[in-house]
């Protein structure tokens, strides 16, 4: 902060000695050391509470700045959303105009299944003879049969 040499604080010395003696020169070296502990107390209270400061302007900027990129992001969001309502609408309306240009389906019976319609009726199911016999030909007994 200072600059002041070795040769400058003799100096000091000296004239101090001179002018307050040597019995309040050791009283005065004392108070000198006080007042010089104040002032470096006080300047170090004022360096601290200025970066403080500093910290919380700094806090604030960046607040601000989180704060503008969040509501971009939420303006952004929102026209995307706009953006996606209009197409789903447009494809809405597509689809309402490829189904009314459409052919009617026929009127469907309900108590009648189209998947049955499409197969023939089955005729009476007969079960072979073979199928009551073992690998031998000879019938199965009466407990093993089915």
Known sequence: ????????????????????GPERLPKAARFAGLWVRR????WDSVKQELERELQAEELQRNLRSVRQSVQQAERDLHEGATRLRGDVDALRD?????????????????????????????????????????????????????
């Open 1 to 20: 902060m200072f600059d002041i040499g070795f040769s400058e604080l003799l100096l000091i010395a000296v004239v101090a000695l001179v002018v307050l």
């Open 39 to 42: 002032a470096r107390n006080q």
């Open 94 to 146: 597509d689809v309402d105009a490829v189904a009314a240009a459409a052919p009617a389906p026929p009127a469907a019976d309900a108590a009648v299944d189209p998947a049955a319609q499409a197969l023939p009726a089955p005729a009476a199911v007969q079960t072979p003879a073979a199928d009551l016999t073992g690998t031998t030909g000879a019938p199965l007994p009466p407990e093993r049969a089915p």
